[in-house]
């Protein structure tokens, strides 16, 4: 899941969801990010190193469509 700032205007193929940045991580290799989206859920994702995250900032999570599983009882 690749997390970047709300405001970047972007047309990428995936699926998009919203919310804000709980913790950032900063590491060699890229920032790790926690966020929180409306209904309380929590997801940690990936931005790019030097990605200037920080916490209570707006941020879209964007998850490819080959990673969505959706799982049904029964």
């Known amino acids: 899941m690749r997390i970047e700032r709300a405001s970047v205007p972007r047309r990428t193929r995936g699926n998009q969801l ?3 940045v ?5 590491g060699d ?3 790790q990010i926690a966020m929180a989206l409306e209904g ?3 997801l ?3 931005a ?3 990605s200037g995250l920080r916490a209570r900032q707006r941020v ?3 998850v490819d469509d080959a990673a969505v599983v959706v799982a049904l009882p029964g």
Do not use: E, K
């Open 44 to 46: 940690v994702g990936f």
């Open 60 to 62: 879209l999570a964007t």
């Open 48 to 50: 790019p190193r030097g």
């Open 22 to 26: 709980q913790g950032v991580a900063r």
């Open 40 to 42: 309380g859920l929590q």
């Open 18 to 20: 919203a919310g804000v």
């Open 29 to 31: 290799d890229g920032d």
